[in-house]
Structures are given as structure tokens and as C-alpha cells.
């Protein structure tokens, strides 16, 4: 397997020390808009080094990317770009009849007139329209595969095939008592990400209603969160969870809910109140004239960099899924979860927590792929496949997952 990794941010650099650990894979191009990030993931893997090769590309241009598949004789396109860029990138591994993989799928539109009721474009609409085309070229698209979407529908197949006989609800929820030290502002992921998923109109999935929208932060409930983490608020958030358990996995209702806290929410209530949350660039005055910017791009250039917040941050990170339902003739109702201490993921990776865990999954089911385990063409979710042998693989990796009945 030839490996063309798009985006060596936190994640994808995170990606790449993952990766280097493991046999599967014959070499890896760790490509960037900016070279000199790529080159540092690249030189920070020290004599695990030789299997992997910078290489600079603008994830919005098709053309440069089949260029860089073809020139390295990539077999498989692995996205660790924020969801701007999936649409030329799933564009790129069709067009080279290659495979692909992400961790957050295209994005979505809100409904023109009823935004908080009805959706409009979902989450993976764009790309699950060309599912004949990947099909009939003989080639996956595996999509939302990294924490969340990603292991947690994982979990979601795993509760289907050996919990439940049937389920009530599927409800993805994430939390975490990770602070960060000199900072009254920093989240842990891609704020670009954060705001787009947190500001966007909710999704859940009703059996007998379908898919239908919320407001932002609506229904808000304490959820227990288990390895000393503790109660935290979660609030509902658009994620394609929501949209990719329901193609696979027969569940009556089905929904997302983040523990964001009382000032993260506040915090991005005012960046959407100041028009901050925005995408279309506006003129903005500099010392060497005008210049079109985007405000979100803005907040994003003034905050953090989440990969580099390691050393201050302290704390864990939990994603799971909780299920309801029954199993022979008894209500039943489980969480499965996945928790990462910071401390160890730095200690053992140098890579913080959050980054960390959501890079661990595509490797994994890179691996699974490499070695022929998980097989498949068209595109398809996580859940399209068989959980066992992946969850047996985290464990291999030294990151067990958990289960509680609740």
C-alpha cells in the first residue's frame, strides 16, 4: 500500500507517527500547502523517516493532487484536511482510480426557508451521490472514518451485531475534562470544524419522521462520563453520525450530543453574533492595501494552534456511543467509549490528545484494508463493515476501548 496523506496539521502529523509504528504500508506522501510543515512531520519521525516523503499540494486543486497520486504511485488518498477540501479530494482518488478515506464528510447547506426544522443539503449528500461512480470504477470511498464519525459508528455496528436484537436509540456523545493552561480561549480541534459543526443546524434521525433539524445547543442533558472524566453538559451538534448510522444500522431514533460547557458555547454564540463565524471574505484595510479576507479564516489565524497545545493541556478526551434497546426479551442500554489521558498521548506520541485520537482510527482501517479484512467498493460508512476485527486492532495498538452498562 502507497499512501498519499493530504493535510500534516495536528492530525495528519499525528497520522504519521501512528503509522510509522506499523508494517502494513510500503511508504507514505505527507503533503501540505506548506512544505515546511510537511517536511518537520516528516524529520520528527527520526529514523522511521525513510518510508515517508514531503511533498507539497493545495488540497483544492484536482488536477495537483492526481498529479502527486500518480507521481508517487499512491494507491490510496488519505484526507487530513478540514471539510473544505473533501469534495476535490474524493474528486481526485475517483478520478485516479485510487482509495479514499476521511474523517469528516462534505458539507452541509442549511434549508432556505426552514433551517431549524427541515434540512436541506446533509452531511455526505455530495459524496454518496457518486456512490454508482466508485462503484462502477471498482474502488471505496470510505468516509468519516476517524473518532467521530469513525469509531463511533464502529461501536454503533458492534452494539447492532452483538448487543441488541433491537435498538431504541443510538446516541453519539462526547466529553472530556481537558483544560488548557494560559488560555481563556483554545479549543483542542480545528476551530474552522468547531464552528461549522457547532453553529450548524443540529441533525437527528427519527425512524418515522427522518432526518429533521434543531436549533443550535438544543436539548441539553448531563451525561455521566466514565474513567474519573464525570458529568458534563452535552448539547446536540450537526455530525454525520447521524446521517451514517441510520444507512446501515435499523435504529429508531438516532442523535449527537457534545459536552461543550457553559463558556464554549457562549464563546461561539458571540463569534456568530459579531459575524465572525464567517466564510465569505470581506475587505479588510492592510499596510499594503486591501485584501479579501474570510473572518473565520481570521479567528482561526489569531487562536492556537491545536497541535501545538500539548504541553499545556492536561486532562482526557471521551468519545462513545450509548445505546438503548433490548436483547433477549431485556431492556438493555450500554455505553461504549473510547477515552485518551493527554498525558500518555504526549508522552508516547508527542501529539496531544484529541488530535491523537482521531488520527489513530483511519490507520487502523488503513491496516484493515492493507491486509485485506475490510473489503468493499462504492462509498461507504464504518458501519458497512465488520466491527470485531477492528476493535480488537485498537486494543492491539494500546488504546483499549470500554464498555459500561449504564
Known amino acids: ?69 500518480a ?23 475517483l478520478s485516479q482510480g485510487v ?44 468516509v468519516g472514518m476517524g473518532v467521530e464519525p469513525g469509531l463511533a459508528d464502529v461501536f454503533a455496528r458492534y452494539a447492532a451485531d452483538e448487543l441488541f436484537d433491537d435498538i431504541e436509540e443510538i446516541g453519539i456523545r462526547d466529553g472530556g475534562n481537558l483544560t488548557v493552561e494560559g488560555y481563556d480561549f483554545a479549543p483542542s480541534f480545528s476551530i474552522w470544524t468547531t464552528i461549522e459543526e457547532c453553529l450548524n443546524p443540529p441533525v437527528i434521525y427519527e425512524r418515522d419522521r427522518g432526518w ?19 458529568p458534563v453538559e452535552c448539547v446536540n451538534v450537526e455530525h454525520e453520525e447521524v446521517l451514517l448510522v441510520p444507512r446501515w444500522i435499523p435504529a429508531r431514533r438516532v442523535t449527537f450530543k457534545y459536552g461543550l460547557g457553559e463558556d464554549f458555547i457562549g464563546t461561539l454564540k458571540t463569534l456568530h453574533a459579531l459575524g465572525v463565524d464567517s466564510t465569505e471574505p470581506v475587505p479588510v484595510m492592510t499596510d499594503r492595501g486591501t485584501a479579501r479576507v474570510s473572518p473565520r479564516d481570521l479567528v482561526a489565524a489569531v487562536l492556537p494552534d491545536p497541535a501545538e497545545l500539548g504541553d499545556r493541556m492536561h486532562g482526557k478526551t471521551c468519545a462513545g456511543t450509548w445505546v438503548k434497546g433490548v436483547k433477549d426479551g431485556r431492556e438493555r442500554e450500554v455505553y461504549l467509549y473510547h477515552v485518551v489521558d493527554n498525558q500518555w498521548s504526549m508522552r508516547e506520541y508527542g501529539s496531544q490528545a484529541v488530535v491523537w485520537q482521531t488520527a489513530v482510527n483511519p490507520v487502523i482501517a488503513l491496516e484493515l484494508l492493507a491486509n485485506g479484512v475490510w473489503k468493499g467498493t462504492g462509498v461507504l460508512g464504518p458501519e458497512a463493515f465488520e466491527p470485531r476485527p477492528y476493535l480488537d486492532l485498537l486494543v492491539e495498538y494500546g488504546s483499549p476501548w470500554g464498555m459500561r452498562e449504564q
Not at 37 to 44: E, H, I, L
Not at 102 to 122: I, L, N
Open 1 to 69: 500500500m502507497r499512501i498519499l496523506l493530504v493535510g500534516a496539521g495536528g492530525v495528519g502529523t499525528a497520522v504519521t507517527r501512528i503509522a510509522a509504528r506499523r508494517p502494513f504500508f510500503d511508504h507514505m506522501v505527507v503533503a501540505d500547502y506548506d512544505l515546511p510543515r510537511a517536511k518537520s512531520a516528516v524529520a520528527a519521525l527520526g529514523e522511521h523517516a525513510t518510508r515517508f516523503t514531503p511533498a507539497r499540494v493545495d488540497a483544492a486543486d484536482t488536477k495537483a493532487v492526481i498529479a502527486l497520486l
Open 71 to 93: 507521481e508517487h504511485r499512491c494507491n490510496v488518498l488519505l484526507n487530513a484536511t478540514d471539510p473544505r477540501f473533501v469534495l476535490p479530494l474524493f474528486e481526485a482518488a
Open 99 to 142: 482509495s479514499y478515506l476521511d474523517m469528516a464528510m462534505s458539507m452541509s447547506r442549511p434549508h432556505p426557508d426552514r433551517p431549524y426544522e427541515k434540512v436541506g443539503v446533509k452531511l455526505g449528500d455530495e459524496q454518496f451521490a457518486r456512490a454508482p461512480e466508485w462503484t462502477a470504477a471498482d474502488c471505496l470511498a470510505l
Open 212 to 230: 429533521y433539524t434543531t436549533e443550535p445547543f438544543s436539548e441539553p442533558e448531563i451525561f455521566d462520563f466514565p474513567e474519573g472524566i464525570g
